[in-house]
């Protein structure tokens, strides 16, 4: 494993534990190394959370492939799989602190907004397939986008799942069936 995977690695454990507030000693203590050697290879902490951004971003690309690709499942399982996607290499990660990122360094977070708004290509496909078949009803998919970005939005800008100690991929699962099957009891 390379020392950047194994920095990126630390520094969720350390995220989970501290958030934002973590510092570059407490990452090169949790790995064993100088910090020296951490700067050799990072050279900021900001560099560090945008190097985080991007691998955990590029695991839920890579997974939604996953799904997509599957042929044991069909399209609205697919569909449903693909909009709770969880980085499942960074599944450990502390979602409900992301808020902290927000406050401390505004950058990162447009990075992540960007990123989220990014995502949707494939989704999309997926979305459209499935209103040809008949699996869904015919949506605006802007607005269905718009609807499940705005509740991650939230999600992440609030503190309350944190307070009231609710799972961020739970609450992204539960979000999903809603907008999928209504509030109606069938």
């Not at 989970?16 to 290879?41: C, H, I, P, Q």
């Not at 042929?71 to 799989?81: A, F, R, T, V």
């Not at 996607?85 to 907004?113: A, C, G, Q, R, W």
Request: with cysteine; hydrophobic share 40%; glycine share 4%.
């Amino acid at each position: 494993m390379s020392l950047e995977i194994k920095i990126v690695n630390a520094t969720i454990d350390i995220f989970r534990e501290k958030g934002v507030k973590f510092t570059m000693d407490d990452l090169a203590n949790r790995l064993g190394v100088s910090k020296r050697t951490l700067y050799e290879n990072i050279d900021s902490k900001e560099t560090l959370l945008n190097l985080l951004v991007d691998e955990v971003f590029d695991s839920v690309t890579e997974k939604g492939k996953e799904v997509i690709n599957d042929d044991s499942i069909g399209d609205l399982e697919k569909l449903k799989g693909v909009l709770t996607i969880l980085p499942t290499s960074y599944d450990t990660i502390d979602y409900t602190k992301i808020h902290e990122v927000k406050k401390f360094y505004p950058k990162i977070y447009e990075k992540i907004i960007y990123r989220l708004d990014l995502t949707w290509e494939q989704t999309d496909e997926l979305v459209k397939k499935c209103i040809n078949e008949g699996l869904i009803k015919k949506v605006n998919i802007y607005l269905m986008k718009s609807i499940l970005t705005g509740s991650m939005r939230i999600l992440l800008e609030d503190n309350k799942l944190r307070e009231e100690k609710i799972d961020y991929s739970e609450t992204m699962k539960n979000i999903v069936d809603i907008m999928f099957d209504g509030l109606a009891i069938k």
